[in-house]
């Protein structure tokens, strides 16, 4: 369909809604509040013709930079419904990495979050060549009122006494599937970062792959919890939006266990590091018990397992499993459902490799982890498990609408509507990236299974290869060792070395607690990390993750810090992608003792 576009599949449900329920939640204090689905339309519709009467012409590029919350949503649709592409900022970006986004994109206007985004924006509005207006979400923000800064709510009233009606209705009219929806810039890993032009076709690519394979619908509950400015919860959210579902919007990262006890979500996007940590969480509490408790907790997860199993693919179930199947769910299965609230049916996962293991203890507990594939450059899915055909260890099947083959060299290459129209002002970067006939190139390393599954085993630019000529993937040997509760970041370090080493953030609450347990003294986490009996404990622990690895992917030597890495540091992405090189200058003194002798 021609003009099929997210602008008018929004107003399509504010339509069917409007009588109906909450869209949206966000918390103030401890207090949720909701906006209905009316108020919804009504406040993108102000903020569109706001922006009309700012003069803001078709085609042009306007940012947000802001963390999760209603108005990101809202202003989102605002901005594609004047026939505009919404170009991504994330929250936690300094001064000095958005201003690059604005100067590259030429945005004329940008919508920020709280004080820390508008005081950014501030250090570089006045010598910015195209920046014009600045939009302030959070009445709480001090700001300097002018005609060109201003509070969303001056906004919406500017757009509430334009008279614009029937010029956003002919805009809206104007949008076709090809247009810009939006800019998304890639983490950047190596690099600087590059603007993925990704048209309103791209993200219905998702939402038709997804509508058909999963179970959801306007009783449907989202957690948004990543980043809105990430392509993996935007294209998320335009899938739940296009089914009347209702959005809780997770403000605060570190609330997250208690955000699941007070909405009981049924859906959430996540990465493999929260998955890993809830893991090891419980892990770390069975440790601690009985060795009854240890074994009713395996016999609980292995039923679990085997009744699940059997419900999927359609078998007969013996009356012996149902039965104990129903005394593993009252003494352990509903224990792990309850601390995510309860009603969780599926998560969705992506980003990096996550574990068969962690995989399966949830799926014995009733929740389907649904890991699939992709990058920022295809919208962002390329694959998927779903419910009713899935292979845990895998990333699952190309989803319908793209193709994806295997280069000779092992590089995944995909193609179709979901891939991205270049990287804005880019073409040789884009031309880079691409194959002649138009497929594009991953960077990724994969492979498929006897039966069409797709399993990658590592980055391109990332495998180590040794001194002694073995290829290592190093996210196969972190996602192992960030199972373990007392580990809080890894990186593998080891290309064109003899063997490889480590860098070990702690995850110090778990070892303070441990310490304290054991009698060692310390003060600071820096204490904790030289403490000899400390790097015993760790040793043991890589040890034992390490047992069935090959020689050559066995960690010899490590260093714990006393200091997490950082997205200030430019050490990871705002989703918890390790930048390799920069960490790697960063820590070079510590790395070059590792090798020493």
């Known amino acids: 369909m021609q003009n099929r576009n997210l602008a008018s599949m929004i107003r399509a449900q504010v339509e069917k809604y409007s009588d109906r329920k909450e869209a ?72 000095e990495q958005a201003e690059y986004i604005v100067d590259d994109a030429k945005i004329r206007v940008i919508f920020v979050d709280d004080q820390f985004q508008y005081d950014n924006v501030m250090e570089f509005f006045n010598r910015s060549e195209t920046l014009q207006y600045v939009i302030v979400f959070s009445r709480s923000v001090n700001i300097e009122k002018s005609d060109k800064v201003m509070y969303l709510d001056d906004l919406y009233e500017l757009g509430k006494r334009s008279g614009r009606e029937e010029q956003l209705q002919q805009r809206m009219n104007s949008i076709t599937s090809d247009d810009i929806a939006a800019i998304i ?16 076709k791209s993200f219905f690519v998702e939402i038709d792959a997804l509508d058909p394979a999963f179970p959801m619908g306007d009783e449907d509950i989202e957690l948004v919890f990543l980043p809105l400015s990430h392509v993996y919860e935007k294209g998320s959210c335009h899938w739940i939006h296009s089914k009347g579902a209702t959005q809780y919007f997770c403000h605060d990262t570190d609330k997250i266990v208690e955000y699941f006890q007070e909405i009981r979500p049924t859906y959430m996007v996540g990465v493999p ?26 016999w609980g997860l292995e039923t679990g397992k085997k ?31 309850a601390l995510l609230g309860g009603r969780l049916n599926f998560f969705s996962a992506g980003g990096a490799p996550l574990a068969k293991e962690i995989e399966e203890f949830f799926f014995a507990a009733n929740i389907f982890i649904a890991q699939g594939y992709g990058l920022t450059e295809t919208c962002p899915m390329g694959t ?73 085993t590592d980055r391109k630019k990332d495998i180590i290869i040794t001194a002694n000529g073995k290829n290592v993937a190093p996210q196969k040997i972190e996602s192992r060792m960030g199972q373990d509760y007392y580990v809080e970041q890894i990186v593998i370090i080891g290309d064109k070395q003899k063997y490889l080493t480590a860098l070990l953030v702690p995850s110090f609450p778990a070892l303070e607690e441990y310490a304290q347990e054991n009698g060692i003294k310390y003060e600071t986490h820096e204490d904790l990390t030289k403490n000899p009996e400390i790097m015993k404990f760790y040793r043991e622990r890589i040890d034992r993750q390490s047992q069935d690895l090959a020689p050559f992917e066995q960690i010899q030597k490590f260093s714990l ?33 590792m090798y020493a002798g």
């Open 384 to 456: 998927y498990n779903c419910p009713k055909d899935f292979r845990f260890g895998t990333v699952g099947k190309p989803i319908p609408g793209n193709h994806i083959k295997i280069a000779p060299d092992g590089e995944i290459l995909i193609k179709g509507d979901n891939v991205m129209q270049g990287y804005w002002g880019k073409p040789e970067a884009t031309a880079e990236v691409m194959t002649e006939d138009g497929y594009f190139m991953t960077g990724d390393i994969g492979e498929y299974d006897e039966d069409g599954f797709l399993r990658i």
């Open 24 to 95: 949206l939640y966000h918390k103030e204090g401890d207090e949720w509040k909701g906006i209905s689905w009316r108020e919804f339309g009504n406040r993108i519709d102000n903020a569109a013709k706001g922006l009309l009467e700012l003069g803001i012409k078709e085609h042009e590029f306007l940012g947000i930079y802001s963390g999760n919350r209603p108005e990101w949503t809202i202003c989102d649709y605002a901005i594609m419904s004047i026939r505009c592409s919404t170009v991504t900022i994330y929250a936690t970006n300094i001064s």
């Open 561 to 593: 810090l006393a200091n997490p890495l950082t997205v200030e540091r430019n050490e990871i992405t705002p989703t918890l992608k390790v930048k390799r090189r920069v960490i790697a200058e960063n820590y070079k003194d510590i790395i070059t003792q």
């Open 273 to 298: 590091r929260l998955y890993e940590k809830m893991y090891a969480a419980v892990y770390a509490n069975i440790e601690k018990s009985s060795g009854f408790k240890k074994k009713v907790f395996k």
């Open 185 to 200: 810039y890639t983490s950047g890993t190596t690099g600087d970062p590059k603007g993925a032009m990704l048209a309103h």
């Open 307 to 337: 009744y699940r199993y059997a419900e999927i693919r359609g078998e007969r179930i013996p009356a012996t499993l149902k039965i104990k199947h129903s005394i593993a769910h009252k003494m352990v299965l509903q224990n792990i459902r």
